[in-house]
């Protein structure tokens, strides 16, 4: 089924750990963003991308880097896990048509201990 | 920086109309959408409209648009228990950039 695909679903951290979330999309869309969601914040945004090789920094975006090579994949970086960092992580694919709005993946559930 | 404010919560009875209201501060905002949330899932685009509209209907969701006073409000009638969810507001003054999301209304459905 054509969407947006994220692994994994959950992930348990240590502090100082790295690790790098993973998200793919199948409908060729320009633009990719990763939020974060905590309780009573709604979501926030991390980074996003409006094309291949173009990314900039949204409204929380230390101790994350993205990079992004090809249309279809968007990873996030962690560079080195906080507990401040737990959280689930959503990344939202769009067309260029406000009118098609944003896909979501399921999300990725992070703890870090 | 912009805003996006909402009501946590709203309780109604099965069949009766439901009314989610979102405030926003950015006087620029051009694309304005309701997302839902079920447990355990991602977002759901339900519906959107931009700023030269000021009502959009679609099957049981209504939403209005007051520019002047930056509220958005969604409209959802003959509420069920399915419709039960998480429903944020988001808005963004350049559509593919920076979006920023509402807290969120949890949506209970009463029997």
């Known amino acids: 089924n054509a969407g947006v695909t994220q692994t994994p679903k959950f992930q348990v951290l240590k502090t100082g750990q790295s690790m790098t979330l993973q998200c793919a999309q199948d409908m060729n869309h320009e633009y990719m963003s990763w939020y974060r969601q905590d309780p009573g914040m709604g979501l926030r945004l991390i980074h996003y991308s409006v094309g291949a090789g173009i990314t900039d920094q949204g409204e929380v975006p230390n101790g994350y880097n993205v990079s992004r090579s090809t249309t279809e994949d968007f990873p996030l970086r962690l560079l080195s896990a906080a507990p401040s960092q737990t959280s689930v992580y959503f990344c939202?694919?769009?067309?260029?048509?406000?009118?098609?709005?944003?896909?979501f993946g399921s999300g990725t559930r992070l703890t870090v201990v | 920086g912009e805003d996006v404010e909402q009501s946590l919560f709203l309780s109604v009875r099965e069949g009766d109309s439901s009314v989610i209201n979102c405030t926003y501060t950015?006087?620029?905002?051009?694309?304005l959408y309701w997302y839902k949330q079920e447990p355990g899932a991602g977002l759901q685009l339900l519906t959107y409209i931009f700023s030269n509209m000021d009502m959009k209907q679609d099957q049981r969701l209504t939403v209005l648009l007051n520019k002047k006073d930056k509220h958005l409000s969604l409209r959802i009638a003959d509420t069920q228990t399915g419709d039960s969810a998480i429903y944020f507001c988001a808005e963004t003054a350049s559509y593919g950039q920076n979006f920023v999301f509402g807290p969120g209304t949890r949506l209970s459905v009463l029997p």
């Open positions: 950015d006087s620029s905002s051009t694309y």
């Open positions: 939202a694919s769009s067309s260029l048509l406000p009118t098609a709005g944003y896909t």
